[in-house]
């Protein structure tokens, strides 16, 4: 008997590593060389490249494909239909395989459902992607990306609170207590 859930009708590929506590559902396929971490949710119809690495604790909800290159840190939540890329130009009568780009998901980042993440890019702890949002750039700790291409539009609590700092440097999360401080360069961290 196994430790973690494999639904019948998915497919996984051997060799794979799957954590502890993991669930894939329903018509998924994983790849070989897929790296699951322990307590994920992998939700129906899923598909996960080749060399994909999910850490612990990571939600990935229907009908999403993550294509090789991909790598999600602990505590990720990946939204319906949202959707990665793996190669910057794309043409179906040229293999491109070699030129697979990677993109790193910090931990405790969510992106949202429909939302497209073009591949190369870095989006950072506990940022919020919107709903719908095209992610064209690195994306920094915290931020709240909104639109087409998303642009940072607002900061986000590690508890996914929206964040107000009313023209100061400093703030303090509203439901948690977290405090936060302004830095140069349209970042934010938190105090410590």
Not at 58 to 82: R, T
């Amino acid at each position: 008997m196994s430790d973690f859930y494999v639904h019948e009708s998915s497919y996984i590929d051997q060799p794979c590593e799957i954590g502890a506590g993991t669930k894939i559902w329903h018509f998924c396929h994983l790849m070989k060389n897929v790296k699951l971490g322990k307590n994920c949710n992998i939700g129906q119809n899923v598909f996960i490249g080749s060399g994909v690495t999910l850490g612990n604790n990571v939600k990935v909800q229907n009908n999403v494909s993550i294509y090789s290159g991909v790598i999600c840190e602990d505590d990720v939540f990946l939204g319906p239909s949202m959707v990665f890329t793996n190669v910057i130009n794309p043409r179906s009568f040229i293999e491109r395989k070699d030129e697979f780009k990677t993109t790193l998901v910090k931990k405790g980042a969510t992106i949202g459902a429909n939302a497209t993440v073009i591949c190369g890019n870095i989006i950072g702890q506990y940022a919020l992607i919107g709903a719908g949002a095209v992610v064209t750039k690195d994306i920094p700790d915290y931020a709240l990306v909104l639109s087409n291409p998303g642009r940072v539009c607002g900061w986000v609590c590690q508890c996914g609170q929206t964040l107000k700092f009313n023209d100061g440097r400093e703030t303090i999360c509203q439901i948690c207590g977290i405090q936060y401080v302004k830095l140069d360069g349209n970042k934010i961290k938190r105090k410590e």
